[in-house]
Protein backbone atom coordinates (compact mmCIF):
# COMPACT_ATOMS: atom_id res chain seq x y z
CA UNK A 1 0.00 0.00 0.00
CA UNK A 2 1.20 3.86 -1.02
CA UNK A 3 1.72 5.85 2.25
CA UNK A 4 -0.69 8.47 2.02
CA UNK A 5 -0.18 12.23 3.11
CA UNK A 6 -3.13 14.30 3.61
CA UNK A 7 -2.87 18.46 2.17
CA UNK A 8 -2.26 20.00 4.82
CA UNK A 9 -4.41 23.43 5.09
CA UNK A 10 -7.51 23.87 7.55
CA UNK A 11 -6.91 20.57 9.46
CA UNK A 12 -3.79 23.12 11.17
CA UNK A 13 -6.45 24.23 13.66
CA UNK A 14 -7.08 20.80 15.07
CA UNK A 15 -5.45 19.61 18.60
CA UNK A 16 -4.21 16.52 16.40
CA UNK A 17 -3.90 16.42 12.46
CA UNK A 18 -2.35 13.53 10.63
CA UNK A 19 0.48 13.98 8.32
CA UNK A 20 0.97 10.18 7.10
CA UNK A 21 -0.56 6.88 6.79
CA UNK A 22 0.49 3.92 5.19
CA UNK A 23 1.40 0.11 5.91
CA UNK A 24 5.23 -0.73 4.55
CA UNK A 25 5.35 -4.40 3.06
CA UNK A 26 7.64 -4.98 3.05
CA UNK A 27 9.35 -2.71 5.42
CA UNK A 28 13.07 -1.36 4.84
CA UNK A 29 16.06 -0.24 6.89
CA UNK A 30 15.36 3.47 8.19
CA UNK A 31 17.73 5.62 9.13
CA UNK A 32 16.84 8.99 10.44
CA UNK A 33 19.91 10.99 12.50
CA UNK A 34 17.46 14.28 13.25
CA UNK A 35 14.08 11.91 13.55
CA UNK A 36 11.05 13.21 12.31
CA UNK A 37 9.41 16.96 12.38
CA UNK A 38 5.81 15.03 13.38
CA UNK A 39 4.98 12.36 16.43
CA UNK A 40 5.49 8.95 15.26
CA UNK A 41 3.41 5.22 15.91
CA UNK A 42 4.37 2.41 14.68
CA UNK A 43 3.81 -0.99 15.08
CA UNK A 44 5.08 -4.66 13.69
CA UNK A 45 1.78 -6.58 11.68
CA UNK A 46 4.20 -9.44 10.81
CA UNK A 47 7.81 -10.14 10.63
CA UNK A 48 10.80 -9.75 12.94
CA UNK A 49 13.19 -6.54 13.04
CA UNK A 50 15.55 -4.18 15.52
CA UNK A 51 14.59 -0.65 16.79
CA UNK A 52 17.77 1.58 17.62
CA UNK A 53 16.92 4.72 20.13
CA UNK A 54 19.84 6.50 22.05
CA UNK A 55 22.30 3.56 21.33
CA UNK A 56 19.77 1.07 22.76
CA UNK A 57 18.39 -2.00 20.73
CA UNK A 58 14.44 -2.77 21.23
CA UNK A 59 13.31 -6.19 19.47
CA UNK A 60 10.49 -5.67 16.81
CA UNK A 61 8.16 -8.52 16.10
CA UNK A 62 4.97 -9.03 15.84
CA UNK A 63 2.12 -6.70 17.56
CA UNK A 64 5.16 -4.80 19.07
CA UNK A 65 4.97 -0.55 19.14
CA UNK A 66 6.99 1.60 19.47
CA UNK A 67 6.39 5.79 19.72
CA UNK A 68 8.52 8.36 19.20
CA UNK A 69 8.79 12.44 19.46
CA UNK A 70 9.43 14.96 16.46
CA UNK A 71 13.70 15.42 16.29
CA UNK A 72 14.49 11.93 18.02
CA UNK A 73 17.32 10.20 16.05
CA UNK A 74 16.54 6.78 15.54
CA UNK A 75 16.98 3.22 13.26
CA UNK A 76 15.17 0.37 12.66
CA UNK A 77 16.24 -2.35 10.10
CA UNK A 78 14.16 -5.90 9.73
CA UNK A 79 15.83 -9.00 10.01
CA UNK A 80 14.43 -10.93 7.31
CA UNK A 81 13.57 -8.43 5.09
CA UNK A 82 10.44 -10.40 3.03
CA UNK A 83 8.53 -10.75 5.45
CA UNK A 84 8.76 -7.59 7.93
CA UNK A 85 5.62 -5.40 7.70
CA UNK A 86 4.80 -2.03 9.87
CA UNK A 87 1.77 -0.21 9.97
CA UNK A 88 2.44 3.57 11.05
CA UNK A 89 1.18 7.00 11.43
CA UNK A 90 2.91 10.68 11.68
CA UNK A 91 0.42 13.51 12.90
CA UNK A 92 1.63 16.92 14.65
CA UNK A 93 -1.17 19.55 16.30
CA UNK A 94 -0.13 22.57 18.70
CA UNK A 95 1.41 22.14 21.95
CA UNK A 96 1.30 18.26 21.35
CA UNK A 97 4.57 17.79 22.29
CA UNK A 98 3.77 18.84 26.34
CA UNK A 99 0.53 17.30 25.97
CA UNK A 100 1.91 13.87 24.73
CA UNK A 101 4.71 14.28 27.91
CA UNK A 102 1.52 14.39 30.46
CA UNK A 103 0.02 11.76 29.37
CA UNK A 104 2.94 9.74 29.62
CA UNK A 105 4.47 9.81 26.34
CA UNK A 106 8.01 11.64 26.51
CA UNK A 107 10.48 11.29 24.02
CA UNK A 108 10.00 7.23 23.05
CA UNK A 109 7.60 4.39 24.57
CA UNK A 110 7.98 0.96 23.31
CA UNK A 111 5.88 -2.30 24.30
CA UNK A 112 5.93 -5.64 23.47
CA UNK A 113 2.38 -7.42 22.48
CA UNK A 114 0.45 -4.06 22.78
CA UNK A 115 -1.07 -4.65 19.37
CA UNK A 116 -5.38 -5.71 20.16
CA UNK A 117 -8.24 -5.66 17.82
CA UNK A 118 -9.26 -1.89 18.95
CA UNK A 119 -5.74 -0.61 18.15
CA UNK A 120 -5.73 -2.27 14.60
CA UNK A 121 -9.54 -1.31 13.99
CA UNK A 122 -9.15 2.48 14.42
CA UNK A 123 -5.74 2.32 12.40
CA UNK A 124 -7.63 0.94 9.51
CA UNK A 125 -10.77 3.63 10.13
CA UNK A 126 -8.20 6.44 9.86
CA UNK A 127 -6.91 4.71 6.13
CA UNK A 128 -10.35 5.34 5.22
CA UNK A 129 -11.33 8.37 7.00
CA UNK A 130 -8.13 10.17 5.43
CA UNK A 131 -9.22 9.13 1.84
CA UNK A 132 -12.56 11.52 2.60
CA UNK A 133 -11.50 15.26 1.15
CA UNK A 134 -14.80 16.25 2.92
CA UNK A 135 -15.25 15.20 6.21
CA UNK A 136 -11.98 13.45 7.01
CA UNK A 137 -9.69 15.96 8.79
CA UNK A 138 -11.84 16.11 11.30
CA UNK A 139 -12.36 12.42 11.54
CA UNK A 140 -9.12 11.92 11.54
CA UNK A 141 -8.05 14.39 14.03
CA UNK A 142 -10.70 12.50 16.77
CA UNK A 143 -9.55 8.85 15.16
CA UNK A 144 -5.43 9.92 15.97
CA UNK A 145 -6.62 11.10 19.38
CA UNK A 146 -8.82 7.50 19.92
CA UNK A 147 -5.70 5.81 18.70
CA UNK A 148 -3.27 7.03 21.22
CA UNK A 149 -5.39 6.14 24.74
CA UNK A 150 -6.10 2.84 23.03
CA UNK A 151 -2.11 2.49 22.93
CA UNK A 152 -2.23 4.59 25.98
CA UNK A 153 -4.37 2.65 28.17
CA UNK A 154 -2.44 -1.07 26.57
CA UNK A 155 0.93 0.75 27.90
CA UNK A 156 -0.41 1.04 31.25
CA UNK A 157 -1.99 -2.25 31.41
CA UNK A 158 1.21 -3.99 30.24
CA UNK A 159 2.96 -1.64 33.18
CA UNK A 160 0.39 -2.47 35.79
CA UNK A 161 0.95 -6.92 34.95
CA UNK A 162 4.60 -6.29 35.30
CA UNK A 163 4.69 -4.04 38.30
CA UNK A 164 2.06 -6.90 40.18
CA UNK A 165 4.49 -9.95 38.92
CA UNK A 166 7.51 -7.57 41.00
CA UNK A 167 5.12 -7.57 43.83
CA UNK A 168 4.78 -10.74 44.08
CA UNK A 169 8.81 -11.17 44.00
CA UNK A 170 9.80 -8.91 46.34
CA UNK A 171 6.86 -9.75 49.04
CA UNK A 172 7.91 -12.13 50.80
CA UNK A 173 11.54 -11.13 50.90
CA UNK A 174 10.28 -7.60 52.43
CA UNK A 175 8.10 -9.57 55.37
CA UNK A 176 10.98 -11.39 56.17
CA UNK A 177 13.51 -8.60 56.42
CA UNK A 178 10.90 -6.78 58.72
CA UNK A 179 10.38 -9.55 61.15
CA UNK A 180 14.07 -10.69 61.14
CA UNK A 181 16.43 -7.55 60.85
CA UNK A 182 18.27 -8.32 64.00
CA UNK A 183 19.40 -11.63 62.03
CA UNK A 184 21.85 -11.84 59.63
CA UNK A 185 20.23 -12.14 56.00
CA UNK A 186 21.94 -12.96 52.83
CA UNK A 187 20.67 -11.65 49.09
CA UNK A 188 20.82 -15.72 48.40
CA UNK A 189 18.39 -16.24 51.08
CA UNK A 190 16.20 -13.01 49.88
CA UNK A 191 16.49 -14.11 45.89
CA UNK A 192 15.33 -17.67 47.26
CA UNK A 193 12.19 -15.96 49.22
CA UNK A 194 11.46 -14.32 45.97
CA UNK A 195 11.72 -17.55 43.58
CA UNK A 196 14.50 -16.15 41.04
CA UNK A 197 18.09 -15.34 40.75
CA UNK A 198 20.41 -13.49 42.91
CA UNK A 199 20.87 -10.70 40.04
CA UNK A 200 17.33 -10.58 39.01
CA UNK A 201 16.48 -10.23 42.26
CA UNK A 202 18.67 -7.33 42.82
CA UNK A 203 17.20 -5.67 39.63
CA UNK A 204 13.26 -5.89 40.89
CA UNK A 205 14.11 -4.62 44.12
CA UNK A 206 16.02 -1.45 43.13
CA UNK A 207 13.50 -0.68 40.21
CA UNK A 208 10.07 -1.77 42.96
CA UNK A 209 11.83 0.33 46.02
CA UNK A 210 14.33 2.63 44.20
CA UNK A 211 17.09 1.22 46.75
CA UNK A 212 18.78 -2.09 47.12
CA UNK A 213 17.96 -4.98 49.46
CA UNK A 214 21.19 -4.06 51.59
CA UNK A 215 20.44 -0.62 51.97
CA UNK A 216 16.62 -1.42 53.08
CA UNK A 217 17.73 -3.87 55.87
CA UNK A 218 20.19 -1.30 56.90
CA UNK A 219 17.37 1.24 57.22
CA UNK A 220 14.74 -0.84 58.79
CA UNK A 221 17.24 -1.36 61.45
CA UNK A 222 18.42 1.95 61.67
CA UNK A 223 14.51 2.82 62.57
CA UNK A 224 14.41 0.11 64.89
CA UNK A 225 17.02 1.27 66.77
CA UNK A 226 15.49 5.09 66.65
CA UNK A 227 12.42 3.89 68.07
CA UNK A 228 14.93 1.76 70.65
CA UNK A 229 16.65 4.96 71.50
CA UNK A 230 13.49 7.22 72.44
CA UNK A 231 11.48 4.91 74.40
CA UNK A 232 13.86 2.33 76.27
CA UNK A 233 16.34 3.05 78.68
CA UNK A 234 18.98 0.16 77.04
CA UNK A 235 22.69 0.94 76.69
CA UNK A 236 23.17 1.67 72.69
CA UNK A 237 25.88 -1.11 72.85
CA UNK A 238 22.61 -3.48 73.61
CA UNK A 239 20.44 -1.75 70.90
CA UNK A 240 22.78 -1.96 68.16
CA UNK A 241 22.68 -5.78 69.32
CA UNK A 242 19.30 -6.28 69.10
CA UNK A 243 18.75 -4.77 66.00
CA UNK A 244 21.84 -6.62 64.21
CA UNK A 245 25.02 -4.88 64.93
CA UNK A 246 27.44 -6.55 67.06
CA UNK A 247 30.09 -3.97 66.71
CA UNK A 248 29.43 -0.50 68.22
CA UNK A 249 31.20 1.58 66.23
CA UNK A 250 29.76 0.20 62.61
CA UNK A 251 26.42 0.78 64.46
CA UNK A 252 27.05 4.63 64.75
CA UNK A 253 28.22 4.98 61.09
CA UNK A 254 25.26 3.36 60.46
CA UNK A 255 22.89 5.05 61.94
CA UNK A 256 24.35 8.68 61.34
CA UNK A 257 24.69 7.53 57.73
CA UNK A 258 20.65 7.49 57.26
CA UNK A 259 19.79 9.75 60.38
CA UNK A 260 22.07 12.70 60.06
CA UNK A 261 23.20 12.32 63.96
CA UNK A 262 24.34 9.73 66.05
CA UNK A 263 23.00 7.21 68.26
CA UNK A 264 24.07 9.54 71.13
CA UNK A 265 22.81 12.69 69.92
CA UNK A 266 19.52 10.81 68.97
CA UNK A 267 18.92 9.75 72.62
CA UNK A 268 19.80 13.60 73.96
CA UNK A 269 17.90 14.95 71.58
CA UNK A 270 14.82 12.49 71.91
CA UNK A 271 11.55 14.04 71.42
CA UNK A 272 13.13 17.37 70.02
CA UNK A 273 12.55 19.11 66.33
CA UNK A 274 16.17 18.83 66.25
CA UNK A 275 16.28 15.08 65.48
CA UNK A 276 13.42 15.21 62.62
Known sequence: MKPIYPILGR????PFYLTGIGIAEPEYHVIRETGLISHQLLYKKNGRGGLIVDGVSYPQ???SLFYLAPGTAHEYYPISENEWTTCWLVFRGDYLTELMKTIGFDRFAYGREIINEEIEKIFYQMLSAVNDPLDGDERCSL???EYIIA???TLLSKDKN???GQGSILKKALVYMNENYSSDI???ELAKLGGVAKQHFCRVFKEKMQMRPMEYLARKRVSAARSLLISTSLSISEIGN???YHNLTYFGIV???YEGISPCDCRRHRGTEQMW
Open 11 to 14: QKCL
Open 61 to 63: EEG
Open 143 to 145: LVY
Open 151 to 153: VRR
Open 162 to 164: RKQ
Open 186 to 188: TLD
Open 242 to 244: LVG
Open 255 to 257: FKK
